[in-house]
Protein backbone atom coordinates (compact mmCIF):
# COMPACT_ATOMS: atom_id res chain seq x y z
CA UNK A 1 0.00 0.00 0.00
CA UNK A 2 1.03 3.21 -0.81
CA UNK A 3 2.15 5.82 2.31
CA UNK A 4 0.32 8.50 2.15
CA UNK A 5 2.41 11.90 2.44
CA UNK A 6 0.43 14.34 4.94
CA UNK A 7 1.37 17.56 2.77
CA UNK A 8 -0.28 19.72 4.99
CA UNK A 9 1.39 18.62 8.19
CA UNK A 10 5.21 18.37 6.40
CA UNK A 11 4.08 22.73 4.78
CA UNK A 12 3.15 23.20 8.74
CA UNK A 13 6.68 21.88 9.74
CA UNK A 14 8.34 23.75 7.35
CA UNK A 15 6.90 27.40 7.90
CA UNK A 16 7.47 26.87 11.66
CA UNK A 17 10.99 26.17 11.52
CA UNK A 18 11.23 29.15 8.84
CA UNK A 19 9.50 31.72 11.00
CA UNK A 20 11.84 34.69 11.41
CA UNK A 21 14.79 33.59 9.46
CA UNK A 22 16.22 35.63 6.45
CA UNK A 23 17.01 34.58 3.14
CA UNK A 24 20.29 35.68 3.27
CA UNK A 25 22.02 34.60 0.68
CA UNK A 26 25.39 35.49 0.29
CA UNK A 27 26.83 38.37 -1.53
CA UNK A 28 29.53 36.57 -3.64
CA UNK A 29 26.92 33.88 -4.57
CA UNK A 30 23.82 37.20 -5.15
CA UNK A 31 26.95 38.43 -7.73
CA UNK A 32 27.40 35.22 -9.35
CA UNK A 33 24.23 34.15 -10.40
CA UNK A 34 21.40 36.29 -10.81
CA UNK A 35 18.72 34.26 -11.38
CA UNK A 36 15.87 34.61 -9.02
CA UNK A 37 14.63 32.02 -6.36
CA UNK A 38 18.10 31.70 -5.02
CA UNK A 39 17.57 30.01 -0.91
CA UNK A 40 20.35 30.64 1.59
CA UNK A 41 21.80 27.65 2.75
CA UNK A 42 20.65 28.30 6.73
CA UNK A 43 16.77 28.12 5.31
CA UNK A 44 18.13 24.73 3.22
CA UNK A 45 19.62 23.77 6.56
CA UNK A 46 16.72 23.98 8.40
CA UNK A 47 13.89 22.25 5.73
CA UNK A 48 16.67 19.22 5.78
CA UNK A 49 16.63 19.20 9.31
CA UNK A 50 12.68 19.16 9.29
CA UNK A 51 12.14 16.65 6.57
CA UNK A 52 15.33 14.36 6.86
CA UNK A 53 18.20 12.68 8.87
CA UNK A 54 21.84 12.39 9.69
CA UNK A 55 23.00 10.13 6.40
CA UNK A 56 20.23 10.52 4.26
CA UNK A 57 20.63 11.21 0.53
CA UNK A 58 19.58 13.93 -0.55
CA UNK A 59 18.99 15.02 -4.58
CA UNK A 60 18.62 18.90 -5.59
CA UNK A 61 17.42 18.61 -9.55
CA UNK A 62 17.70 21.87 -9.52
CA UNK A 63 20.93 22.97 -8.30
CA UNK A 64 21.51 26.50 -9.13
CA UNK A 65 23.80 28.41 -6.78
CA UNK A 66 24.68 25.50 -5.10
CA UNK A 67 23.64 26.68 -1.99
CA UNK A 68 22.10 22.81 -1.38
CA UNK A 69 25.84 21.46 -1.63
CA UNK A 70 26.37 23.92 1.80
CA UNK A 71 23.46 22.86 3.82
CA UNK A 72 23.98 18.96 2.73
CA UNK A 73 27.62 19.25 4.51
CA UNK A 74 26.69 21.54 7.30
CA UNK A 75 23.78 18.71 8.14
CA UNK A 76 26.23 15.75 7.64
CA UNK A 77 23.95 14.69 4.16
CA UNK A 78 25.08 13.08 1.11
CA UNK A 79 24.40 14.83 -2.43
CA UNK A 80 23.24 14.32 -5.18
CA UNK A 81 22.47 17.92 -7.95
CA UNK A 82 21.17 18.27 -11.34
CA UNK A 83 21.77 21.63 -13.29
CA UNK A 84 20.50 22.00 -16.69
CA UNK A 85 22.65 25.10 -17.29
CA UNK A 86 26.67 24.78 -18.20
CA UNK A 87 27.30 28.27 -17.46
CA UNK A 88 25.87 27.64 -13.55
CA UNK A 89 27.20 24.06 -13.68
CA UNK A 90 30.78 25.02 -14.58
CA UNK A 91 30.80 27.94 -11.97
CA UNK A 92 29.16 25.37 -9.36
CA UNK A 93 32.53 23.21 -10.67
CA UNK A 94 34.48 25.82 -9.98
CA UNK A 95 33.19 26.95 -6.61
CA UNK A 96 32.36 23.72 -4.88
CA UNK A 97 34.94 20.74 -6.47
CA UNK A 98 37.20 19.56 -4.61
CA UNK A 99 40.32 20.64 -5.26
CA UNK A 100 43.83 18.49 -5.53
CA UNK A 101 46.25 21.35 -4.95
CA UNK A 102 49.15 19.46 -6.00
CA UNK A 103 47.81 18.20 -8.85
CA UNK A 104 46.91 21.40 -9.58
CA UNK A 105 50.29 22.98 -8.81
CA UNK A 106 51.40 20.25 -11.47
CA UNK A 107 49.34 21.26 -14.09
CA UNK A 108 50.40 25.14 -13.70
CA UNK A 109 54.14 23.48 -13.98
CA UNK A 110 53.53 21.85 -17.60
CA UNK A 111 52.05 24.79 -18.68
CA UNK A 112 54.75 27.12 -17.32
CA UNK A 113 56.89 24.98 -18.74
CA UNK A 114 55.65 24.90 -22.20
CA UNK A 115 55.15 28.27 -22.37
CA UNK A 116 56.12 30.78 -20.07
CA UNK A 117 59.60 31.33 -22.16
CA UNK A 118 57.38 32.20 -25.19
CA UNK A 119 54.80 34.18 -23.19
CA UNK A 120 57.04 36.14 -21.40
CA UNK A 121 59.97 36.78 -24.87
CA UNK A 122 56.00 38.78 -25.93
CA UNK A 123 56.83 41.49 -22.85
CA UNK A 124 60.42 41.80 -23.26
CA UNK A 125 61.91 45.21 -23.41
CA UNK A 126 65.31 46.68 -21.18
CA UNK A 127 66.09 49.38 -18.65
CA UNK A 128 69.19 50.73 -18.42
CA UNK A 129 70.79 48.20 -20.66
CA UNK A 130 69.13 45.62 -18.34
CA UNK A 131 66.88 42.50 -19.59
CA UNK A 132 63.32 42.98 -17.67
CA UNK A 133 59.81 42.91 -19.16
CA UNK A 134 56.60 45.18 -19.45
CA UNK A 135 53.96 44.37 -16.50
CA UNK A 136 51.58 47.25 -18.30
CA UNK A 137 51.57 49.95 -20.54
CA UNK A 138 49.72 53.15 -20.02
CA UNK A 139 49.26 54.58 -23.95
CA UNK A 140 46.45 56.18 -26.27
CA UNK A 141 45.06 53.98 -28.14
CA UNK A 142 43.47 56.41 -30.63
CA UNK A 143 46.87 58.44 -31.16
CA UNK A 144 48.90 55.60 -32.69
CA UNK A 145 52.61 55.74 -32.48
CA UNK A 146 52.65 59.10 -30.57
CA UNK A 147 49.63 57.53 -28.15
CA UNK A 148 52.91 55.08 -26.58
CA UNK A 149 55.89 57.40 -27.10
CA UNK A 150 53.65 60.81 -25.26
CA UNK A 151 50.35 59.82 -23.76
CA UNK A 152 47.90 62.35 -22.22
CA UNK A 153 48.51 62.16 -18.67
CA UNK A 154 47.10 60.23 -15.81
CA UNK A 155 47.43 59.36 -12.51
CA UNK A 156 49.50 56.33 -13.01
CA UNK A 157 52.12 57.87 -15.07
CA UNK A 158 55.00 59.42 -12.68
CA UNK A 159 57.46 61.53 -14.83
CA UNK A 160 56.39 60.55 -17.98
CA UNK A 161 57.25 56.70 -17.15
CA UNK A 162 54.58 54.79 -19.14
CA UNK A 163 55.78 51.54 -18.58
CA UNK A 164 55.63 49.37 -15.77
CA UNK A 165 58.21 46.72 -15.28
CA UNK A 166 57.59 43.44 -13.73
CA UNK A 167 61.36 43.61 -12.25
CA UNK A 168 62.99 46.37 -10.13
CA UNK A 169 65.74 47.67 -12.69
CA UNK A 170 69.05 46.55 -10.69
CA UNK A 171 71.37 50.01 -12.48
CA UNK A 172 68.13 52.52 -11.96
CA UNK A 173 66.30 51.34 -9.05
CA UNK A 174 62.76 52.17 -10.80
CA UNK A 175 59.91 49.76 -11.61
CA UNK A 176 58.61 51.94 -14.39
CA UNK A 177 60.24 54.05 -17.82
CA UNK A 178 59.70 55.85 -20.43
CA UNK A 179 57.93 54.33 -23.85
CA UNK A 180 61.43 53.66 -26.08
CA UNK A 181 62.48 52.54 -29.87
CA UNK A 182 62.86 49.16 -28.43
CA UNK A 183 59.26 48.88 -27.38
CA UNK A 184 57.83 50.59 -30.45
CA UNK A 185 60.06 47.37 -32.04
CA UNK A 186 58.56 44.74 -30.04
CA UNK A 187 55.20 46.46 -30.90
CA UNK A 188 55.61 45.91 -34.47
CA UNK A 189 56.95 42.45 -34.19
CA UNK A 190 54.21 41.35 -32.05
CA UNK A 191 51.62 42.18 -34.13
CA UNK A 192 53.20 39.89 -36.71
CA UNK A 193 52.97 37.03 -34.93
CA UNK A 194 51.31 34.36 -37.06
CA UNK A 195 47.80 33.50 -34.78
CA UNK A 196 46.10 31.54 -37.58
CA UNK A 197 47.09 28.45 -35.48
CA UNK A 198 45.40 29.43 -32.07
CA UNK A 199 42.69 27.33 -30.65
CA UNK A 200 39.44 29.36 -32.09
CA UNK A 201 37.35 26.79 -29.26
CA UNK A 202 34.43 27.95 -27.10
CA UNK A 203 34.81 26.02 -24.05
CA UNK A 204 32.00 27.39 -21.79
CA UNK A 205 28.53 28.99 -23.13
CA UNK A 206 26.13 30.57 -21.17
CA UNK A 207 23.42 29.13 -22.68
CA UNK A 208 20.46 26.66 -21.16
CA UNK A 209 20.44 24.82 -24.29
CA UNK A 210 22.75 21.78 -23.31
CA UNK A 211 22.65 18.04 -22.25
CA UNK A 212 21.99 17.97 -18.20
CA UNK A 213 24.98 18.34 -15.63
CA UNK A 214 25.03 15.81 -12.80
CA UNK A 215 26.77 16.91 -9.81
CA UNK A 216 28.26 14.74 -7.30
C1 LIG B 1 15.51 28.94 -9.30
S1 LIG B 1 17.05 28.33 -9.77
C2 LIG B 1 17.76 27.49 -8.40
C3 LIG B 1 17.30 27.74 -7.04
C4 LIG B 1 18.17 27.13 -5.99
N1 LIG B 1 17.33 26.66 -4.94
C5 LIG B 1 19.15 28.17 -5.45
O1 LIG B 1 19.12 28.49 -4.25
O2 LIG B 1 19.96 28.68 -6.22
C6 LIG B 1 16.63 26.95 -10.74
C7 LIG B 1 17.82 26.26 -11.36
O3 LIG B 1 17.38 25.04 -11.96
C8 LIG B 1 17.94 24.88 -13.25
N2 LIG B 1 17.03 24.09 -14.06
C9 LIG B 1 15.88 24.46 -14.69
N3 LIG B 1 15.29 23.42 -15.31
C10 LIG B 1 16.08 22.33 -15.08
C11 LIG B 1 16.01 20.95 -15.44
N4 LIG B 1 15.01 20.49 -16.18
N5 LIG B 1 16.97 20.11 -15.02
C12 LIG B 1 18.02 20.58 -14.28
N6 LIG B 1 18.14 21.87 -13.88
C13 LIG B 1 17.19 22.75 -14.28
C14 LIG B 1 18.10 26.31 -13.75
O4 LIG B 1 19.13 26.39 -14.73
C15 LIG B 1 18.46 27.07 -12.46
O5 LIG B 1 19.85 27.13 -12.26
ZN1 LIG C 1 66.81 51.20 -15.24
Known amino acids: MKKKIQTAEIADKISVALSNL ?3 VPRSFKETFTFKGRKSPEIICKVLEVLTNE ?15 IAT ?35 FKQIEDAVKEKV ?3 YETDCCGEKNYIKKVLFDPQNGKEGYY ?6 EIVDGCNIK ?8 GSNTKKFEDIDWNKLIQVSKIDVSSFP ?16 V
Open 55 to 69: NDVILDPFLGTGMSI
Open 150 to 155: NPSPNR
Open 22 to 24: ENS
Open 165 to 172: LIYKCHKC
Open 120 to 122: MYL
Open 73 to 107: QRTNRKFFGIELDNYTYAIDKVLFEKIDYKLLASY
Open 200 to 215: KDTYLVNSRIGSVNIF
